[in-house]
């Protein structure tokens, strides 16, 4: 989508229109994620995602929540990665335009310097009362331009300063929002893989351990189904919560897909990570969530559980293959556990 792109309200009201009946054909959450895909689709400017759902839809699929969210975060959540981008761009530009304005600032010092020196040699020598006047009414122009000058650069800085400051904030909103999934408000898969980059390069170079937890929500379509999407949302975004809640310092929570988590713990072995990863499973077990506007307790969401420690011969990719195999051991031995492999 272009930045420069916008639409009216008329023209942003009737695109939502043709997108909500979309979401609802194809079972998609009703989260903001969702929204901008569709809204994306149907408004027909985001050509690589109308691309991908054009494919699907040709091959008679129903996009799940779990393909919305895939897409969202393949072709949306760029978006963040632009702003960023036009932050650092509009930063620099404002950098630029600031080294300028004082090297203009130090251009006319340096000229004033020079009438100084040329005044102190004009009055040097005698001189009528007349010439003396007129040397002195110019250096005296020339102190007052300089003064004005000055004063026009110190409001220049000022405003360069001010519109830095807004600027670093936006970047640092950009750089939050391109590393926090919307939904559950913990940190997204782009962050996870940064994340992991960090900190097996620290275990290869110090040789302290790194475990992860790979998590699942057990019978996720059937609460979908069952209580629908708009409750599946709130299952997800309470077991994002509770994982969260339950880890510490470094460690890095991160919603890998629709209904999956990844958790990330440095200076952790496998044996610590099962503690970890079954307090947890037992937490959220424990918990009860009520349907929205009701009183209603819905019985007992589980999760399944998968452990990994790195090898430092493993790969990233064979590592989080090890704590995936872990989760399908879980899911094949009865759900509500919590496998090492």
Not at 18 to 32: G, I, N, Q, V
Not at 259 to 272: M, Q, S, W
Request: net charge negative.
């Amino acid at each position: 989508m272009s930045a420069s792109t916008t639409e009216t309200d008329e023209a942003s009201a009737e695109l939502l229109r043709m997108a909500l009946p979309m979401m609802s054909k194809h079972a998609a959450d009703y989260t903001p994620q969702s929204y901008a895909v569709w809204y994306d689709y149907v408004r027909g400017a985001n050509e690589n995602l109308k691309t991908d759902i054009d494919s699907a839809l040709k091959a008679h699929k129903k996009l799940s929540s779990t393909h919305t969210y895939d897409l969202y975060q393949r072709h949306i959540i760029d978006r963040a990665e632009q702003m960023l981008g036009k932050a650092r761009n509009d930063i620099a530009h404002l950098v630029n335009e600031l080294d300028g304005k004082l090297a203009s600032a130090g251009d006319n010092a340096r000229s004033f310097n020079d009438q100084l020196t040329d005044f102190g040699q004009k009055i040097s020598g005698e001189l009528k009362p007349e010439d003396l006047r007129q040397h002195v009414d110019q250096m005296a122009s020339s102190a007052a331009q300089l003064g004005e000058s000055m004063v026009q650069v110190r409001s220049e800085l000022n405003a360069s300063q001010d519109e830095i400051k807004r600027l670093t904030d936006e970047l640092q909103r950009a750089r939050d929002e391109a590393l926090v999934d919307a939904l559950t408000q913990v940190k997204n898969r782009k962050a996870y893989e940064l994340a992991l980059a960090q900190f097996l390069a620290e275990s290869r170079r110090t040789g302290k351990p790194v475990s992860c937890i790979m998590f699942d929500i057990d019978h996720f379509k059937k609460i979908n189904d069952e209580y629908g999407h708009l409750f599946g949302d709130q299952v997800i975004r309470a077991v994002a919560q509770a994982i969260k809640g339950n880890v510490k310092g470094r460690d890095l929570v991160a919603r890998y897909g629709g209904e999956e988590f990844i958790v990330l713990l440095p200076d952790t072995k496998a044996t610590g990570a099962v503690i970890v990863a079954d307090h947890i499973r037992t937490a959220i077990e424990r918990g009860r969530i009520k349907k929205r506007n009701s009183e209603e307790s819905v019985g007992a969401i589980t999760i399944s559980g998968g452990v990994a420690e790195y090898n430092d011969k493993d790969s990233p990719q064979a590592f989080i293959e090890r704590a995936d195999r872990g989760l399908y051991q879980a899911k094949q031995s009865g759900r509500n556990r919590v496998c090492v492999v």
